[in-house]
């Protein structure tokens, strides 16, 4: 693949260090070897951060795709720092149908939604609807990441639950989500891990069993539904 002539590639491949492009390489096989340039995770950060100190950060963004992994999470990490609501949640609307992989989805992680869940909720029940994996994936990150406070509703858990979808990285999405829940509000969701598909149902236990904030008791009966 041939490089682009331009100033934020030069940084990366400035940055690059081959043996973690071979071992991310490994780790994401969806992507083809010759998109890694290998960067690793705080050197992405520390760029995205002085792409926006310099006003640089919005031309980036702007032009998709791009041809490599490491400017998806350079994309993904300029995008966390947006700082106001409509801005971001733009961003990340426009960016979704290009995301390729489950790093890069997980890794954008806007702050100001935290803040902003009233907001949020309506894109997400757009994006959980998507034909797009990644962006399935990440609407159940945001339910997992947002929507486990005091605000939490049994409502989250059926938009969850109500996904049909073979593909794999959306029904470990879906395992991690009831894991998750299971370890704040275990009786509200045992219901739910009972009505899983055989596949999602079994790694989602699996999951909820190596969490050290699922008691023991409830691991148990956990147990009991994987057999």
Known sequence: MVKKNNKVLDSLYAAQDKAYRNFQSALIPTIDSGRFIGVRTPVLRALAHNLIKDGIANDFIS????????EN??????????????????????????IDNWATCDQMSPKIFVKNTDKLLPYIKKWI????????????????????????????????????????????MRAWYFATVAAKYFD???????????????????KALESYRVTETNKNILRKLRN
């Open 73 to 98: 999470q350079l994309h993904a990490f300029i995008i966390s720092e947006i700082r106001d609501f409509d801005a971001a949640v733009s961003a990340v609307d426009k960016f979704l149908p290009y």
């Open 188 to 206: 509200r969701v045992l219901p739910y891990f009972k009505k899983l598909d055989t596949w999602t149902r079994s790694r989602a236990i699996q």
């Open 129 to 172: 609807k998507s034909k797009h994996l990644y962006t399935v994936r990440f609407a159940v990150l945001c339910l997992m990441r947002y929507f486990l406070d005091d605000k939490f509703n049994n409502k989250y858990m059926d938009m969850v639950i109500n996904i049909k979808s073979d593909e794999y990285y959306v029904n470990m």
């Open 63 to 70: 032009k998709l795709p791009h041809n490599f992994f490491d």
